[in-house]
């Protein structure tokens, strides 16, 4: 027993274990209250709240050969499968992608547009920084920065939202898996 274990329980956690009690420990327990009807043990607690009290009703064999699976094993997996509310593991897989695909557009969209803005900026003030501040002080001439860097700076804007625009939406489609 190493230093972190209980001595009363042997659990290495905060949470004491459980005392080792006899409980079903049937594949698939036939449930009957808080026992089962197959073995007439009583169910583990928390496997208990693992299964669902009401699983749905088991699929024809039509329905589980359709779906690929070998005749005679889909019923039994497919009542685990299920939660309460009808939802099943590929409902669950296929919400995820989902919503990893939207997350996935909307990191992209700002990627792009935050990059296309920064190149915007920098050339924007690089053509800022070609004017002449004496004579702008004194005459009031040249004040303006370079106009070829700055329609350059105002495309390379324009560009970045049609663009970031683009690849935000196409990877948003790819959400309706």
Known sequence: MSNFECSKCGGSSFIHSLPAGDYCDCGIPDISGTQCAKCSKEINPSRLAKISLNPPAAPSKAAATSKGAKEGSGSAIAG??????????????????????????????????????????????????????????????????????????????????????????????????
């Open 80 to 177: 685990i499968a299920a939660s309460p509310s009808g939802k099943t593991i590929d409902d669950l897989i296929r919400a995820q992608n989902r919503t990893t695909h939207a997350v996935r557009a909307f990191v992209r969209f700002l990627f792009i547009q935050l990059s296309a803005m920064t190149l915007g900026v920098f050339i924007w003030n690089l053509s800022l920084g070609m004017v002449d501040a004496e004579s702008c002080a004194y005459s009031g001439s040249n004040c303006e920065g370079n106009s070829a860097l700055q329609v350059i700076a105002g495309l390379v804007i324009l560009g970045g939202i049609i663009w970031s625009s683009s690849a935000g939406w196409s990877e948003l489609e790819k959400s309706n898996i």
